[in-house]
């Protein structure tokens, strides 16, 4: 923290006990972690959804797990035995390669889409998970708020969002979170060292990137950390220019295959028609599943009729057109996304339905899930700004959280967009935890004297 923080604040951020913040407490917390989320992948039956074919497991991921799988390549985000997807689309960009490839082997090793593969695959989820756990706890030293560090750690370990994604959610939010985080430690651990450290730095930021290319919104914040750090501009700048190398060097393959299967250097394929599905007379702010090519006949194909970045430009277009014919009805749904980003969605108004018809309202997980969004959001939020006021390290989180987001508001929200992000809201609102406490103790003794 700065020099002129009071002495109130200071203790939240005062270097916790050698024993807590030594190898133990990071063993603790990773096992710990761990053990929760290996019961609740037995609790939550979290491999039985693997018998319903790839699409229910895992959506586009597992499709494409699938393809990998089979010697079909880089294909098919929406192959299941239903007419029309019983088709096939062939090669696809639509998501990054890393996780869909983490799918596959976990295919691999579990002799196809049995459950033992989908044991595997949780498995490996929740290890990455307990191990984002141990690194938000090292993050809180790098950032100066050692303390706080540790009680998001243990926040981590039992926060009910962190649990479900690692044990039952086949998606990339876990290991995107992990990277995440694993970049912010390492721009803060490495941002005064040498020309190796920056090419280490690059690869990382690069191998991030393929897990989910939405990563790339914190490269300014990322940026900016360096740059504040640095001894010289021209020995920064050096530095920046070995990192941005080893990026290109690991982004590279991808970029050139998207470019001979796909026709466009871009490491997704598919913003236009997020925009497109955000954005039309239906909209409510929401993903519209009816719009999507992966639940709409019509839209897949069309789709396959006219290739995946043909299909792509076009709905960039119709987006673009209904924002231009609709910029009052735009603004009012960006609005409800950002909303809907930092707060979630009241069960009381929440029309969903599951599978077995409860509504959002009468379900109790959906109550605890909204619960702890809602106050993840606005403590992370209030700490940031705080914090902020005080410290680089504030500034440089309330950054992430308005960058990171951007997008979101512009295509749709959902609750699971903003996980990547949740180790430094939760980072943030133990910091502001620890300081109000801090304060409220000095009022305390003060008034007592």
């Known amino acids: 923290m700065n020099a002129h923080t009071d002495s ?14 030594g190898a133990r407490a990071g063993w603790w917390i990773f096992l710990a972690a761990l053990v929760l989320r290996v019961i609740a992948v037995f609790v939550l039956h979290s491999t039985d959804k693997v018998h319903a074919g790839a699409w229910d497991f895992g959506y586009e991921a597992a499709c494409i797990a699938r393809s990998l799988y089979d010697g079909e390549g880089f294909a098919g985000p929406w192959t299941r035995a239903v007419a029309p997807w019983d088709l096939g689309s062939g090669a696809t960009g639509w998501l990054c390669p890393i996780y869909p490839g983490l799918v596959a082997g976990a295919l691999h090793l579990g002799g196809g889409l049995t459950s033992t593969a989908a044991l595997i695959l949780f498995l490996i989820q929740s290890l990455i998970s307990s191990a984002t756990c141990v690194l938000v706890l090292r993050l809180g030293r790098a950032l100066g708020a050692a303390r706080a560090g540790l009680l998001a750690a243990w926040v981590l370990v039992f926060l009910p969002a962190s649990i479900w994604n690692a044990s039952h959610t086949v998606w990339d939010t876990t290991l995107a979170t992990f990277a995440l985080v694993s970049v912010t430690l390492a721009v803060f651990a490495w941002r005064r060292a040498g020309l190796a450290a920056f090419a280490g730095l690059g690869a990382a ?16 914040a990322w940026l900016w950390a360096v740059w504040r750090a640095r001894s010289s501009a021209g020995a920064c700048a050096a530095r920046l220019a070995v990192a941005a190398v080893a990026m290109l060097v690991v982004l590279m393959p991808w970029l050139w295959r998207n470019q001979q299967e796909l026709g466009v250097l871009k490491l997704r394929t598919n913003l236009g028609v997020e925009l497109a599905v955000g954005n039309n007379d239906a909209a409510n702010g929401r993903f519209q599943v009816s719009r999507h090519p992966s639940n709409s006949a019509a839209e897949f194909l069309r789709y396959r009729a006219l290739g995946e970045s043909a299909y792509n430009d076009v709905c960039l277009a119709e987006g673009r057109e209904w924002i231009a014919n609709h910029p009052e009805r735009f603004t009012e749904l960006c609005l409800l996304r950002a909303t809907m980003f930092w707060f979630g969605v009241n069960p009381l108004v929440d029309e969903r339905v599951d599978d077995a018809g409860r509504t959002a309202a009468s379900d109790l997980f959906s109550w605890i899930k909204y619960m702890t969004f809602l106050a993840v959001g606005v403590l992370g939020l209030a700490g940031a700004i705080v914090w902020a006021g005080r410290a680089f390290e504030g500034r440089f989180l309330l950054g992430v959280f308005a960058v990171f987001p951007l997008v979101y508001y512009f295509v749709h929200a959902l609750e699971r967009y903003r996980f990547p992000i949740e180790p430094l809201l939760v980072l943030s609102a133990a910091w502001f935890a620890l300081d109000l406490r801090a304060r409220w103790q000095a009022r305390s003794v003060s008034s007592s004297r």
């Open 8 to 21: 109130t604040a200071s203790s939240a951020t005062r270097a916790p006990s050698p024993d807590a913040d």
């Open 205 to 220: 930021l690069g191998l991030a990137l393929l897990v989910n290319a939405a990563l790339l919104a914190l490269l300014p």
